[in-house]
């Protein structure tokens, strides 16, 4: 059995030389532009050429991530700055922006694409999905177990790359809006503020130990994955190469962790300990943990000594690579236009009145109720393992009068198509750009991205919806917390509510424009979408007679601006 990449993180040259020397197959960093770790020291021009010259001198591959969501007008930036890394002689680029990756392979199809984390891709038609568009690897999302991933890399078309040590978002990757939304520092962007660190009910419902699986590695080589990841671009060069080198020595010498090598590990660094709950599906509160004055303390007393470890490899050799970009860059736009139409999803059958206000009406899939919905909203994750209970769901569905069908991943298109559904598109799919929308043309209609601004909005066209009002879900947990609501140390609510077997925290306040219609026609915006978490019938009545008024409102509201 080939042995498994050993991937590791570098925020500076510094910490690029210590997993290098420790014995990294690759290492991935992030540039001056678009990454998701903004706040790392990151590698400007001339910084990103020198580290390209020593990881391929001592046989190391390069990967940029260029992982963050783009802009319309960031788009031909991003592109030029795309090229250039591929002058650079960078091996790959790890993306999560779907239309950029897709205009990206059009104009330099050599250059390697790798699917991001934050693409939520999660089981085997998202890997074939992204095959389709190019890629060669899918990061799998960190939430999967063991059984998934391994079906996962038996049939996926591409490589699959997985985390194995390393900070754990307790929100699906990808899908997490709470620090746009409370903070304005969008994880999406690369500023996430990591607001699941904060304290909420007077604990930390939703602080995550760091994920350790190297008493696993035995496992892992196993599986037959392509890579094996180690988190932490924000991380020391003593963090880099304490955790890289212990991962080298174990994958050469096939074995798993010993309980010492553990310690050792979590001396470094950890959050009250390690947890490998979501690969052997202990999903339970022992994966809770927060870091500790005596895990600071620990990791100060810690002495690293760099020496030089694993195989000395071949240099890699790169052909000179020349620019494949055209002097005017196109990209391409819907003309497909929609009358005004107004559609709601509903989180409960109970709270939906009789009125004919909207034209789809929506349920969770597992609620849906003959006679009060014609729409459905498929969950936001579907590992390959809970297939057979979606497709159940999914007829059933059929049967009783759903037509339409809300999609918020890539990995589910195929799913809906199946069973003969008018799709939609959901704003859990991120569109933040005219190419990702275009990724989407053959959808009745899609939601963009709730982090947009009416002057973002209005750049995309088409048959574009948004969310006009109610409380956004700002987090998908596969580690419930059990409770109602989450309120933070400034005594704000986040209602928490049950879907499909996870939890959904939303927003502690609606989106309201009902007085804002005329902003809403400027920007082109004629499909309304409503959101009604755990509003009651004469609420959403209420709402109902807001925006047929157009009424003002004083109370804290979040605005789309």
């Not at 991962?247 to 950890?270: H, I, M, Q």
């Not at 071949?314 to 690579?321: F, G, L, M, V």
């Not at 899939?365 to 297939?387: Q, R, T």
């Amino acid at each position: 059995m080939k042995k498994p990449e050993l991937l590791a993180p570098a925020g500076s040259f510094e910490t690029l030389e210590s997993a290098i020397l420790a014995g990294a197959d690759a290492v991935y960093l992030g540039g001056k532009l678009y990454n998701a770790r903004m706040n790392a020291k990151n590698f400007d021009s001339e910084t990103m050429k020198r580290a390209v010259e020593l990881c391929h001198d001592n046989g190391v591959r390069l990967y940029v991530t260029l992982n963050t969501l783009i802009y319309d007008k960031c788009f031909k930036d991003a592109l030029g700055y795309a090229e250039e890394l591929y002058k650079d002689g960078v091996d790959a680029l790890i993306t999560a922006d779907i239309g950029f990756s897709n205009k990206l392979h059009e104009y330099i199809p050599e250059f390697e694409l790798h699917g991001s984390t934050q693409m939520t891709g999660h089981n085997i038609d998202s890997a074939k999905y992204l095959a389709k568009m190019g890629f060669s690897r899918m990061v799998c999302a960190r939430e999967m177990s063991k059984k998934n991933i391994t079906e996962l890399v038996e049939k996926s078309p591409i490589e699959i790359e997985m985390f194995i040590h390393g900070a754990m978002c307790v929100c699906q990757s990808g899908q997490c809006l709470m620090s746009s939304f409370i903070g304005g520092r969008s994880g999406n962007r690369g500023e996430c503020a990591q607001p699941c660190r904060l304290p909420y009910n007077n604990s930390y419902p939703i602080s995550l130990k760091d994920m350790c699986l190297a008493e696993h590695v035995t496992e892992l080589i196993d599986m037959g994955v392509a890579s094996l990841k180690i988190e932490g671009r924000m991380k020391s060069p003593d963090y880099v190469y304490s955790v890289v080198s212990a991962y080298r020595r174990l994958l050469d010498e096939g074995r798993n962790a010993s309980k010492k090598e553990v310690e050792r590990l979590a001396s470094v660094f950890s959050r009250g300990g390690f947890s490998d709950g979501y690969f052997v599906e202990k999903i339970d509160n022992g994966m809770l943990g927060v870091r500790s004055s005596d895990d600071k303390e620990a990791t100060r007393k810690t002495n690293v000594k760099h020496t030089k470890v694993g195989e000395k490899r071949n240099k890699i050799e790169i052909p000179e690579r020349k620019g494949s970009l055209p002097e005017n860059i196109t990209v391409e736009t819907s003309e497909k236009r929609c009358d005004k139409i107004n559609t709601a999803r509903f989180y409960n059958a109970e709270s939906i009145p009789q009125t004919d206000y909207f034209d789809i009406v929506y349920l969770p899939l597992e609620k849906f109720a003959k006679g009060k919905a014609n729409g459905i909203v498929i969950p936001p994750v579907i590992f390959d393992s809970e297939y057979e209970n979606i497709e159940r769901q999914l007829k059933n569905a059929k049967a009783n009068g759903a037509v339409h069908c809300f999609v918020g991943n890539i990995g589910h298109m195929e799913l809906a198509r199946k069973y003969g559904f008018i799709i939609h598109g959901d704003y859990r799919l991120n569109v933040y750009n005219n190419s990702t929308f275009m990724c989407f043309d053959d959808m009745e209609s899609v939601i963009v991205s709730p982090e947009l601004t009416l002057s973002q909005i209005r750049d995309i066209r088409g048959k574009k919806s948004v969310i006009v009002y109610g409380k956004v879900p700002l987090m998908t947990l596969e580690k419930k917390t059990g409770q109602k609501v989450l309120r933070d140390r400034k005594r704000v609510v986040f209602p928490v509510l049950k879907e499909s077997g996870r939890e959904i925290v939303v927003n502690s306040v609606p989106i309201y424009m009902a007085d804002k219609e005329e902003l809403l026609r400027k920007s082109g915006i004629y499909d309304r979408h409503f959101v009604f978490t755990n509003e009651s019938k004469e609420e959403v009545l209420r709402v109902i007679s807001a925006y047929k008024t157009k009424k003002v409102c004083n109370n804290n509201v979040k605005r789309i601006k």
